[in-house]
């Protein structure tokens, strides 16, 4: 974790360097890290237009995944009635 995200262009090397697998690690400091780094992000996405963080996200997501893997990681924005994960499927 290095910087403040404060443009797109920060928002995009972010989250292409953000491990995507993080929660998977069974070494709890890549998951410390991994968990920081996207709370980071997620807070950083709340500045900018929704659709260039969901094309900035989900573009990343498109180059580390398979393609069967990649919906569930994809960017979602909350329902006004949930505080959900933005980056998790809203029910």
């Known amino acids: 974790m290095s910087g403040d995200i ?3 262009e920060d928002f995009q090397r972010a989250c292409e ?3 995507l697998t993080y929660a998977y690690s069974d070494d ?3 998951w410390r890290r991994g968990s920081a780094e996207h709370d980071r992000i997620r807070k950083a996405a709340e500045k900018f237009d929704r659709d260039d963080v969901e094309r900035i996200w989900n573009a990343a997501v498109d180059t580390k995944l398979v393609e069967s893997c990649r919906s569930q990681f ?3 924005w909350p329902s006004p009635h949930t505080s959900s994960d933005p980056t998790k499927a809203t029910p």
């Open 28 to 30: 709890g400091s890549v």
């Open 74 to 76: 994809y960017w979602r």
């Open 6 to 8: 404060e443009t797109l």
């Open 17 to 19: 360097r953000h491990d």
